[in-house]
């Protein structure tokens, strides 16, 4: 059964640090790309981060310097470490297994997770 369990999220303080884990059980995840998207309320969900099979990383512009995606194929888990966290940053986080070839075409996806970041 494919899943994708994530943990972390919560309400943090401006600047504060958050990790967003997500343990996946998806046929060849080696070698997908795995994605970190994010919904705001009132907004369109949008890519955060990805990570491709061989390591190579995108983020979008808001979140550069602050937040880091990383990988461990050998326990089938993406992670989103989240620094510096500003209010702008508040959404529903969820991961993402791509289709295999792409990069944010997701397959499968996480359950979602609040993040709320206070001023």
């Known amino acids: 059964q494919v899943r994708l369990v994530q943990s972390g999220g919560g309400l943090v303080q401006v600047g504060d640090s958050l990790r967003l884990s997500c343990a996946a059980s998806?046929?060849?995840?080696?070698?997908?790309?795995m994605d970190w998207f994010r919904q705001a309320p009132g907004k369109q969900r949008e890519l955060v981060a990805y990570?491709?099979?061989?390591?190579?990383?995108y983020y979008i512009d808001s979140v550069k310097g602050r937040f880091t995606i990383s990988r461990d194929n050998t326990k089938n888990t993406v992670d989103l470490q989240m620094n510096n966290l500003e209010p702008e940053d508040t959404a529903v986080y969820s991961c993402?297994?791509?289709?295999?070839?792409?990069?944010?075409?997701?397959?499968?996806w996480g359950q979602g997770t609040q993040v709320t970041v206070s001023s």
């Open positions: 993402a297994a791509a289709f295999a070839g792409t990069t944010s075409t997701p397959e499968y």
């Open positions: 998806v046929r060849a995840f080696s070698s997908r790309t």
């Open positions: 990570i491709s099979s061989t390591g190579s990383t």
